[in-house]
């Protein structure tokens, strides 16, 4: 069983490169932590019958960094969540669009 500390985040259409840039870099660095076992980034493909979807003038990634458990989670919360929050701000600049979950893989 794993837990999923999921955050997802709204970015303009022009600046998707960037973020995909950002989150294979610079987040990967700023998450690291001795009891994450995967990290990866999303981009939301598509909602289903919304026809207009491609024509938003924003994108939603999420990041999801994978954990034993949910200890490990709010640990890593606890002591990386603002270094990876300061590392998106300082590309994205202040007050980001995003939320946070924690999912339990069943």
């Known amino acids: 069983m794993s837990y999923i500390f999921n955050i ?20 990967r660095l700023a998450a690291a932590s001795d009891t994450l076992r995967d990290f990866r980034s999303l981009l939301v493909a598509a909602i289903p019958g919304d026809t ?5 003038p ?24 603002d270094s990876l929050m300061l590392s998106y701000s300082a590309w994205h600049g202040p007050n980001p669009l995003f939320f946070a979950t924690i999912l339990k893989e069943v």
């Open 8 to 27: 997802s985040f709204v970015v303009p259409v022009a600046r998707k490169q960037g973020f995909i840039g950002w989150a294979s870099g610079e987040a």
């Open 58 to 81: 924003d994108r939603t990634f999420s990041i999801q960094l994978c954990f034993d458990s949910l200890k490990d989670c709010r640990e890593w919360h606890a002591s990386r969540f």
């Open 52 to 56: 207009e979807f491609d024509k938003s």
